[in-house]
């Protein structure tokens, strides 16, 4: 047992009350980035202490149900649109296209964007005359593209998934890039030396070398996709949590839009937790080239 | 099998607004089958210009490298290559790296994998086939890639500073299996090392290169890598002929130092 201070239990450890044996011997730790813990405690509390506000305020009628829903309203409307959706198409379904129009968006992007990437990586004909479209369009957001794919493909399912693939088809291709321009030369070098030929140097070595940053790029992707899919769906559809916040809106129903963002935020949590599973599983060598 | 010829090479770097680089300027050198040698230098010799041009991974500017009868023109499989660190394959376990050219080349899974579990023994990783090679130690790692080198069956192994980026003792450790290497394949081995007691040790012939520009200064045939196989290393480095060689070797790499600082361009 540790001289100074008694053995911290595993409960106290996951919450972040205290410390293993050896940061609680630093005497420096302000600027010791590795001697601050997750803080647990403090995460759970403000979830609660929110949790709660939100209880009370609804209780006692601390605001307008206008500008905040009370929650027992909140939840009935949840249950409401579980059970009957929303503008006669059910909760799930708002939900998966707005989810389906993401996954296309980056999976199309990806499509393009990492053969691009890979062009632009190994060749100086292709990195030229890709380069000034790339690094132009990369910075406009996507928002703004939104009024000219109106007027190019009207509001139908084609001019979102259209958007969303310009959306991840930058990102896709700067990280498809520079994975290609970061394989380390001896790496390849050696596995020439070794008799492969350039289409196995290609398949066996820059791919892989590139993989954990053509991962970090799809997890890039997804967020940003997700960010632009609701607010486009804002703009203009009549399907997707977007537009259903908005419809929402328009009917002051407050609730609804509450629970529309609630369902935003959950969603983008999740889809980046998946991201980073899938990413320790498929390329669990990154970093460590 | 037939040795290495170099034939006057040179090589010079040419920069728009710059004075030529002569990184090497008529170098010649025959290897013979079976030889190991060891090259030494002050940086800027043009020590590993010359392993590259060997390798093919660069064009000399005059004069030609041969081997089995035909020029050098691009890396081949019949000369292997051992880095100093970082040329192992990550994403691949450590089987799969010391495969890696017989898969490329196609040959037949069951040969492939009795030949790797064969060099796992003979560097000293059995068991540890299935590993991947990023949890392996330095050490460990440039087994590996001598062990990636020999499945392939190379003519010739060049090596750029194979232990270079290793601690002391790991590195006494590796300087013997290279020579118990050198003995049981009877590979032609070029190695390239800053360290004069590693050069003269691993080395039954020891080329010293001066630089500016970069060229062949001294050409020794050397007893110690032939003591190494049977005596104990430590020995081999304290005995007297030792010692008086590294130390001539020493002061001569030394003067070309202060040659360089006086000269005072620098690299």
Same mark, same amino acid.
């Given at each position: 047992?540790?001289?100074?201070?008694?053995?911290?239990?595993?409960?106290?450890?996951?919450?972040?009350?205290?410390?293993?044996?050896?940061?609680?011997?630093?005497?420096?730790?302000?600027?010791?980035?590795?001697?601050?813990?997750?803080?647990?405690?403090?995460?759970?509390?403000?979830?609660?202490?929110?949790?709660?506000?939100?209880?009370?305020?609804?209780?006692?009628?601390?605001?307008?149900?206008?500008?905040?829903?009370?929650?027992?309203?909140?939840?009935?409307?949840?249950?409401?649109?579980?059970?009957?959706?929303?503008?006669?198409?059910?909760?799930?379904?708002?939900?998966?296209?707005?989810?389906?129009?993401?996954?296309?968006?980056?999976?199309?992007?990806?499509?393009?964007?990492?053969?691009?990437?890979?062009?632009?990586?190994?060749?100086?004909?292709?990195?030229?005359?890709?380069?000034?479209?790339?690094?132009?369009?990369?910075?406009?957001?996507?928002?703004?593209?939104?009024?000219?794919?109106?007027?190019?493909?009207?509001?139908?399912?084609?001019?979102?998934?259209?958007?969303?693939?310009?959306?991840?088809?930058?990102?896709?291709?700067?990280?498809?890039?520079?994975?290609?321009?970061?394989?380390?030369?001896?790496?390849?070098?050696?596995?020439?030396?070794?008799?492969?030929?350039?289409?196995?140097?290609?398949?066996?070595?820059?791919?892989?070398?590139?993989?954990?940053?053509?991962?970090?790029?799809?997890?890039?992707?997804?967020?940003?996709?997700?960010?632009?899919?609701?607010?486009?769906?804002?703009?203009?559809?009549?399907?997707?949590?977007?537009?259903?916040?908005?419809?929402?809106?328009?009917?002051?129903?407050?609730?609804?839009?509450?629970?529309?963002?609630?369902?935003?935020?959950?969603?983008?949590?999740?889809?980046?937790?998946?991201?980073?599973?899938?990413?320790?599983?498929?390329?669990?060598?990154?970093?460590?080239? | 099998?037939?040795?290495?010829?170099?034939?006057? %090479?040179?090589?010079?770097?040419? *920069?728009? &607004?710059? !004075?030529?680089?002569?990184?090497?300027?008529?170098?010649? #050198?025959?290897? @013979?089958?079976?030889?190991?040698?060891?090259?030494?230098?002050?940086?800027?010799?043009?020590?590993?210009?010359?392993?590259?041009?060997?390798?093919?991974?660069?064009?000399?500017?005059?004069?030609?490298?041969?081997?089995?009868?035909?020029?050098?023109?691009?890396?081949?499989?019949?000369?292997?290559?051992?880095?100093?660190?970082?040329?192992?394959?990550?994403?691949?376990?450590?089987?799969?790296?010391?495969?890696?050219?017989?898969?490329?080349?196609?040959?037949?899974?069951?040969?492939?994998?009795?030949? %790797?579990?064969?060099?796992?023994? *003979?560097? &000293?990783? !059995?068991?540890?086939?299935?590993?991947?090679?990023?949890? #392996?130690?330095? @050490?460990?790692?440039?087994?590996?890639?001598?062990?990636?080198?020999?499945?392939?069956?190379?003519?010739?192994?060049?090596?750029?500073?194979?232990?270079?980026?290793?601690?002391?003792?790991?590195?006494?450790?590796?300087?013997?299996?290279?020579?118990?290497?050198?003995?049981?394949?009877?590979?032609?081995?070029?190695?390239?090392?800053?360290?004069?007691?590693?050069?003269?040790?691993?080395?039954?012939?020891?080329?010293?290169?001066?630089?500016?520009?970069?060229?062949?200064?001294?050409?020794?045939?050397?007893?110690?890598?032939?003591?190494? *196989?049977?005596?104990?290393?430590?020995?081999?480095?304290?005995?007297?002929?030792?010692?008086?060689?590294?130390?001539?070797?020493?002061?001569?790499?030394?003067?070309?130092?202060?040659?360089?600082?006086?000269?005072?361009?620098?690299?």
């Amino acid at each position: 047992m540790a001289e100074n201070g008694k053995r911290p239990s595993a409960l106290m450890m996951w919450l972040g009350l205290a410390d293993n044996a050896f940061t609680r011997q630093k005497t420096v730790k302000f600027g010791d980035a590795s001697a601050v813990n997750s803080g647990r405690f403090y995460s759970i509390a403000v979830v609660v202490v929110l949790f709660t506000l939100w209880t009370l305020s609804s209780i006692f009628g601390w605001v307008e149900p206008f500008f905040w829903p009370p929650l027992d309203g909140t939840v009935e409307r949840a249950a409401k649109l579980i059970n009957e959706g929303f503008r006669n198409v059910a909760l799930w379904e708002h939900v998966w296209i707005s989810v389906y129009r993401v996954i296309s968006g980056v999976l199309l992007g990806a499509l393009v964007g990492i053969p691009l990437g890979f062009a632009m990586g190994l060749s100086s004909i292709a990195r030229g005359l890709f380069d000034p479209i790339v690094e132009f369009m990369r910075p406009i957001p996507p928002l703004a593209l939104i009024p000219l794919i109106i007027l190019w493909f009207g509001i139908d399912e084609t001019a979102k998934i259209f958007l969303l693939f310009l959306a991840s088809l930058f990102i896709m291709t700067i990280a498809a890039r520079s994975g290609v321009s970061s394989v380390k030369i001896s790496k390849v070098h050696a596995a020439y030396s070794l008799g492969a030929s350039r289409i196995q140097i290609l398949r066996h070595v820059i791919l892989p070398n590139t993989l954990p940053e053509i991962f970090t790029g799809i997890r890039t992707a997804m967020g940003v996709c997700w960010g632009t899919v609701v607010a486009a769906e804002l703009v203009a559809a009549d399907r997707g949590v977007g537009s259903m916040i908005m419809i929402a809106k328009n009917f002051l129903q407050t609730d609804t839009v509450v629970i529309g963002i609630l369902i935003i935020g959950a969603i983008g949590y999740a889809i980046e937790m998946v991201m980073r599973w899938l990413e320790r599983l498929l390329v669990p060598w990154k970093g460590k080239g | 099998m037939d040795g290495i010829h170099i034939d006057n %090479v040179s090589m010079t770097f040419t *920069l728009p &607004g710059a !004075a030529d680089i002569h990184a090497l300027k008529d170098v010649s #050198l025959e290897i @013979g089958a079976g030889e190991i040698v060891t090259v030494l230098g002050p940086s800027g010799c043009g020590k590993t210009t010359l392993l590259n041009i060997i390798a093919g991974f660069l064009s000399p500017t005059r004069g030609a490298v041969r081997l089995n009868g035909h020029e050098v023109r691009g890396p081949d499989a019949e000369r292997g290559m051992v880095f100093q660190q970082g040329a192992l394959f990550e994403w691949l376990n450590v089987e799969r790296n010391i495969a890696f050219g017989p898969n490329m080349a196609g040959r037949p899974r069951a040969e492939t994998r009795a030949k %790797v579990e064969n060099l796992l023994n *003979l560097v &000293g990783l !059995a068991g540890f086939g299935e590993k991947p090679v990023y949890q #392996l130690s330095g @050490g460990m790692q440039q087994r590996v890639a001598l062990a990636r080198c020999l499945a392939n069956d190379p003519d010739v192994i060049l090596m750029d500073e194979p232990l270079g980026a290793l601690d002391a003792l790991t590195r006494e450790k590796m300087q013997g299996l290279i020579l118990k290497l050198w003995q049981e394949t009877g590979k032609t081995i070029l190695l390239i090392t800053h360290s004069v007691e590693e050069a003269l040790f691993l080395g039954s012939r020891l080329i010293v290169m001066a630089p500016r520009p970069g060229r062949i200064e001294k050409d020794y045939r050397l007893p110690f890598a032939e003591r190494g *196989l049977t005596q104990d290393p430590r020995e081999v480095k304290s005995s007297t002929d030792y010692v008086e060689r590294r130390e001539e070797i020493l002061s001569m790499i030394w003067s070309m130092e202060e040659e360089i600082m006086a000269g005072g361009t620098g690299e």
